[in-house]
């Protein structure tokens, strides 16, 4: 009892930091598809609702052969592929990035950056 309620106080906490430190301007549209370790249905539902939950995330779902590939559509203003994969991980999954993010709109991931370090 006592590590689900510190699971999700943590949880929590970590949207909570995300939410009040992201951008709330509107930006380019990306898909990044991540390869996890999860290997079960009951993980595979926590991480698309955390994902899901994070501030500039459009959209996040496992694909339906279950391999732990999450494809996650998100707003780059926001949010990026490096801080998705940081919760996952720090929700005691591996995650890496399955090749680069496919810009749905506008810049590349490296333009928006530069952008943002110019303001």
């Known amino acids: 009892m006592k590590r689900i309620l510190f699971t999700k106080l943590t949880v929590l906490a970590i949207l909570t930091f995300f939410a009040m430190n992201l951008s709330a301007i509107a930006g380019d549209k990306y898909q ?13 539902n926590k991480i698309e609702i955390i994902v899901n939950f994070l501030k500039g995330v459009e959209d996040a779902t496992f694909d339906d052969k279950g391999k732990g590939m999450i494809t ?9 592929a490096d801080m998705i994969i940081h919760i ?11 090749g680069e993010p496919l810009a749905l709109s506008g810049k590349k991931p490296n333009d928006v950056e530069r952008d943002n370090k110019s303001r």
């Open 32 to 44: 990044a598809k991540i390869k996890t370790s999860v290997s079960n249905a009951g993980g595979r």
């Open 72 to 80: 996650v559509e998100y707003d780059a203003e926001k949010t990026n």
């Open 88 to 98: 996952i991980e720090l929700m005691g999954y591996d995650a890496e990035l399955d």
